[in-house]
């Protein structure tokens, strides 16, 4: 309802101080002139209760004279709306344009996405060669599963462990706002070590552990190992 939407423009005085912004540079540029009646326009029909005209009328201002406090406007909308993935972009791109003089709506632009995040996971489908490999993320101590493996994440960077010991890998991946990303890795194949030793009573112990006789056969990971043999007594 209207009630709502004139609520959101209180909330973000930045919808009002914007375009008084405007108003002094319009009449040099004829785009910029545009670019004002479409804020202006958009405006008003934030003021009646109408964010879907308001949306339609503030991307024309931008597409006319880019300016990062349009965009802001434009990402306000669109959380209104309900278009919380477009708004969480829509506030990365503000500031990421942001000029010196929007500090108060840099702050307001990062609460927003503070608040958004939670609820715009997306999700991260694992892979691995050979499957059933464990999964850790961004240095956890215990594994979220094994793979093949979907997880939800909150959007940005995050540092994914498959595997385990010297097999595991690491890959950097960057979480979308409501959208999907696929990892697929190709893990170390264990090795295979082989040793039979005469006279058949003779001990094998590979890498400390437990001691056995005549043959070993082991699959190892990749690296260096330790084989010591021995008589018993």
């Known amino acids: 309802g209207s009630g709502r939407v004139v609520r959101l423009a209180a909330r973000w005085p930045a919808l009002v101080v914007a375009l008084a912004l405007l108003a002094g540079v319009a009449r040099a540029q004829p785009a910029v002139a545009e670019a004002e009646r479409e804020f202006r326009r958009g405006y008003q029909a934030l003021q009646a209760g109408d964010c879907v005209e308001a949306l339609v009328h503030y991307r024309r201002s931008l ?24 708004a969480v972009d829509g506030y990365r791109a503000f500031l990421a344009q942001a000029e010196a003089r929007d ?28 499957p059933g490999a464990a999964v850790q993320v961004d240095g956890e101590r215990g594994p979220r599963g094994v793979t093949p493996l979907t997880l939800a994440l909150e959007p940005g960077g995050h540092v994914v462990r498959i595997g385990a010991g010297d097999a595991a890998v690491e890959r950097a991946v960057e979480v979308i706002a409501d959208g999907v990303t696929a990892l697929r890795v190709e893990l170390p194949r264990p090795a295979v070590i082989a040793v039979a030793v005469e006279p058949g009573d003779a001990q094998i112990v590979l890498d400390g552990g437990a001691p056995v006789r005549g043959r070993l056969e082991a699959a190892v990971a990749p690296g260096r190992h330790l084989i010591t043999l021995g008589r018993p007594g």
């Open 103 to 130: 500090a108060a709506i840099v702050a307001k632009a990062r609460a927003r996405l503070d608040a958004l995040r939670p609820r715009l996971r997306g999700r991260v489908t694992l892979e691995s060669d050979p």
């Open 63 to 86: 597409a006319l004279a880019p300016r990062p406090r349009t965009q802001f406007n434009i990402a306000a909308c669109q959380e209104e709306l309900g278009q919380l993935a477009e």
